[in-house]
């Protein structure tokens, strides 16, 4: 029996919401648009394009997370919040995030992954225009509740997608550019924001998603999901499109046709199962990674750093952020290079380790400065000392704990649950980011260096939960690490 013939049901049933083709199987009438359809045919569409184009959605997360950073102080002013009611308007986006993160799996599953992201789009983009327009803090949580349901969509679907079109030499790089994508979203709202009125920013808040609709037009669906799905032409249309023209894809072709035959062979997992290793282990693991990764703090950090570094006394708490934010896109950018090189699992000890020293600066500094007068010369000291240690704590986290574990995630889900399973890690890492981004304002106004030793002891753990259960996936391909499990 053919793949095509495994698959009819469910390919009546699930079908690409973006005509898979794009471009590259537009019919004679279609492309005289665009001159010679020949002369595409000829050219492979890069995956290094494709990812470019995606990166959008996550540029759109980070730019939803670091604009509460720079506005606190003005919307607080203008329509006359209190912190508490700030805070809930920082953490609803996390609200809808798990909203989305519970749909994005079964979303991404039924209409493709192309789909999921334009349906991710949309209500971003709403979300921003009810923010901008705001009267009243009911607005603001509305708008955010949209921004945040459309993120979390976002968050489970680019690493997914970039890791099922990668080859396997270049996936932990690819993957890494969905963390880079956050950081620069996450600093450009911080320079923006140094410029530009709250609402104006807010505006500026669309831009991301509505240039990745028209994007998403033009780059191929997932050849791993098409297979999934039963349309065998289609897959081997996109993944020839991916590697290019000129490369023989059959050894992949053929790999990718196992896998998807192995999967199909059980269409329903029963409860029971999951307590065999090739279920648990690896979802133990995607899960606990993404839980530790928002557990460390690093929202709370990034949300509220002005905050932090105003009561670290750091008079020019606003270009201190920004520091912070350039400073994460450069070292997340060192990751491109380092997944593949280094490894996942040492970068992600590293990284943790890291961490759990940086934090422990920042938090001695904080408890000798709440025993010290503020004229003193120690004091100036210590500020410094708590700058250098957020930075150092956000340098470590964007070395690893940043992109490791959406990479691990995506690479090491069976085929079988994994659109379950996904939106389960998702769901997982988004309630924790509520928790934190929630808790964090409130922790700080009880105690700077107890907030940040509790999330040093956080880092620690980690790093022993890496050592004992992660394993290395670097250079294998997605159908080799779902082997190891079994």
């Not at 509740?145 to 993120?151: I, K, Q």
């Not at 968050?155 to 396997?168: L, M």
């Amino acid at each position: 029996m053919s793949l095509r013939e495994e698959n009819e049901e469910g390919r009546d049933l699930r079908k690409p919401l973006l005509h898979t083709g794009s471009w590259y199987r537009m019919n004679g009438r279609q492309s005289s648009v665009f001159g010679s359809t020949q002369a595409f045919r000829d050219t492979s569409i890069s995956v290094f394009a494709c990812v470019l184009i995606v990166a959008l959605g996550p540029i759109q997360f980070g730019f939803t997370a670091g604009y509460t950073s720079p506005t606190q102080s003005a919307i607080i002013t203008d329509l006359g919040l209190s912190v508490s009611e700030f805070s809930w308007f920082g953490s609803l986006s996390n609200v809808g995030a798990m909203v989305g993160a519970i749909a994005s799996g079964q979303i991404a599953d039924y209409i493709g992954r192309k789909g999921s992201l334009m349906i991710a789009s949309i209500p971003n983009i709403i979300g921003w225009l009810v923010i901008s327009f705001a009267k009243d803090s009911s607005f603001l949580y509305l708008g955010r509740l949209l921004e945040g349901f459309g993120v979390g969509i976002i968050s489970y679907t680019v690493p997914v997608y970039i890791a099922e079109i990668s080859p396997p030499n270049l996936r932990g790089g690819l993957v890494s550019v969905n963390q880079l994508s956050v950081t620069i979203g996450i600093m450009l709202a911080y320079l923006l924001g140094i410029f530009v009125q709250w609402r104006i920013l807010a505006i500026l808040g669309i831009l991301p998603c509505t240039l990745l609709i028209p994007g998403l037009f033009f780059i191929p669906e997932s050849p791993r999901w098409l297979a999934k799905m039963g349309m065998t032409e289609e897959f081997e249309t996109s993944l020839q499109v991916l590697r290019g023209f000129d490369t023989d894809i059959s050894v992949e072709v053929n790999e990718i046709k196992r896998a998807v035959a192995s999967s199909n062979r059980r269409t329903a997992i029963r409860f029971a199962e999951l307590r065999q290793r090739r279920y648990w282990l690896p979802l133990m693991i995607g899960i606990g990674l993404l839980i530790l990764q928002q557990l460390s703090g690093i929202n709370g950090v990034l949300f509220y750093s002005s905050t932090i570094f105003e009561s670290a006394g750091i008079s020019s708490s606003n270009v201190a952020t920004l520091g912070v934010g350039a400073v994460q896109v450069v070292a997340t950018s060192l990751t491109l290079w380092l997944a593949d090189k280094s490894g996942r699992r040492l970068l992600l000890i590293v990284s943790s380790t890291g961490m759990t020293f940086s934090l422990l600066v920042v938090a001695i500094s904080f408890y000798i400065k709440a025993s010290i007068s503020e004229t003193s010369s120690l004091h100036e000291i210590l500020s410094i000392l708590s700058l250098v240690g957020v930075v150092a704590m956000v340098i470590a986290f964007s070395l690893g704990m940043g992109a490791m574990p959406w990479i691990i995630m995506s690479e090491i889900l069976p085929l079988s649950i994994k659109s379950l399973a996904g939106s389960v890690a998702t769901l997982a890492n988004w309630f924790f980011s509520w928790l934190v981004t929630m808790t964090a304002n409130l922790l700080l106004d009880w105690s700077s260096g107890g907030t940040f030793t509790i999330y040093a002891v956080v880092c620690a753990l980690t790093a022993g939960f890496v050592t004992i259960w992660v394993p290395e996936t670097k250079g294998k391909t997605i159908e080799e690490i779902q082997l190891f499990f079994r």
